[in-house]
């Protein structure tokens, strides 16, 4: 009686262990141990493993980044379990991710076509290739809207936009978020529907008045935009000001466009690219001492760049300094022999400094580069040579 009852309490302290091993696993999950939660899970697999163990070993070797390993998982849950629709959406999910965009198709058109009958509603968390969400906790029927997503950007891979552009409508039955549209304008700009991209983009920033990747998108096809005010102060659209900046510059708008380098700076003292435009920007205003204090500043941040000598160079030249502009042409043309704007525009110094020996040479120096405003000034200052 005493040996039976022995084994009765090794054999309930061995189920204990083996509950609380998940348990412990599952809490050190949640609470990003993943070390630790990959230590007892790894003791749970060795008992007698069921689904929910595979599936939580699934979750942590995705967040440890091995995931084929998890993928290996997903397969032991659903042979153990073949209508587990999380183990197929998060299968779809690594396909997805590794550029397997057909086999993604398969389990996402499983879960869809499976997802009315399913009986579990468990929470759980899933990693979102959107890249919106990175990884969050959810269910699988508030999913339904993102897998239809996650299928239609699969079919955008394969170049079926028609399918892609069917799940990507009807993924807004089930939700409305900022992604959705963004995901959706990216498919009209490739059907060069550039109206409805705008449109979807537009209402993505509604919904989220600070989402960059909603602004970038609509900046690169509406070269009109202008950023917020409030916008520009935040220091993660810093990288678009340059864009917005340049935008406005092709527009013939540097004023606007030496403010938005202006606030670029001010986030990065040191963005060279920035530092660089805003003189260009300034050189078409007028503003040439200024627009020469930015050249020289991304001269100092990048001893390399040598076009800002002939940046320099203009400045001084549209002040009528011949002299000095001629000074830093020839520095650049020391360096690059091989534009034929310096070649041109040193001339044209020389000629208005009223050195006239060197400037039929520089002249043709330019027309042998291709440029055939030169061609005119030689048959004008250069007959006789």
Not at 155 to 168: E, M, P, S, T
Request: proline letters at 3%; hydrophobic letters at 40%; aromatic letters at 14%.
């Amino acid at each position: 009686m005493k040996a039976f009852l022995f084994t009765f309490l090794i054999f309930t302290y061995f189920i204990s262990l083996s509950q609380d091993y998940y348990n412990l696993a599952k809490k050190s999950f949640n609470e990003g141990d993943l070390e630790v939660a990959r230590h007892h899970i790894n003791k749970q697999l060795r008992q007698k493993p069921t689904s929910e163990d595979y599936f939580l070993s699934g979750m942590i070797h995705e967040a440890e980044g091995k995931n084929l390993r998890a993928l290996a998982d997903y397969e032991a849950v659903v042979k153990k379990e073949p209508y587990n629709l999380e183990a197929f959406f998060q299968k779809g999910v690594i396909y997805y991710n590794s550029a397997s965009c057909r086999e993604a198709i398969k389990d996402f058109t499983y879960v869809i076509d499976h997802h009315q009958n399913a009986s579990t509603h468990a929470i759980y968390f899933a990693n979102d290739p959107l890249g919106a969400k990175g990884t969050f906790i959810t269910s699988l029927q508030s999913m339904v809207g993102r897998v239809y997503q996650y299928r239609g950007l699969a079919y955008y891979k394969i170049g079926n936009l028609d399918a892609a552009l069917q799940d990507f409508n009807t993924s807004f039955e089930f939700d409305t978020l900022p992604e959705y549209y963004i995901n959706r304008s990216q498919l009209y700009v490739k059907l060069n529907e550039s109206s409805l991209a705008k449109n979807d983009l537009r209402a993505a920033i509604k919904l989220e008045p600070e989402n960059y990747l909603a602004w970038y998108n609509l900046v690169l096809i509406d070269e009109s935009v202008t950023l917020p005010p409030s916008l520009m102060k935040l220091e993660a659209f810093s990288p678009m000001l340059n864009l917005i900046g340049a935008n406005a510059y092709e527009q013939g708008k540097y004023g606007l466009s030496a403010s938005y380098f202006t606030k670029a700076i001010e986030n990065n003292p040191k963005d060279e690219l920035a530092i660089l435009n805003r003189g260009k920007a300034l050189l078409k205003t007028g503003a040439f001492k200024q627009a020469r204090a930015d050249f020289f500043d991304a001269l100092q941040l990048n001893k390399q760049n040598i076009e800002v000598l002939y940046l320099v160079g203009n400045a001084f030249f549209y002040e009528k300094n011949f002299k000095e502009a001629i000074a830093f042409y020839e520095q650049y043309l020391s360096v690059d022999r091989g534009y034929a704007n310096v070649w041109y525009n040193a001339a044209i110094a020389y000629l208005s400094f009223g050195e006239t020996d060197p400037v039929c040479s520089y002249l043709k120096n330019a027309s042998l580069l291709g440029m055939s405003k030169a061609d005119e000034m030689i048959s004008k200052q250069c007959r006789t040579q």
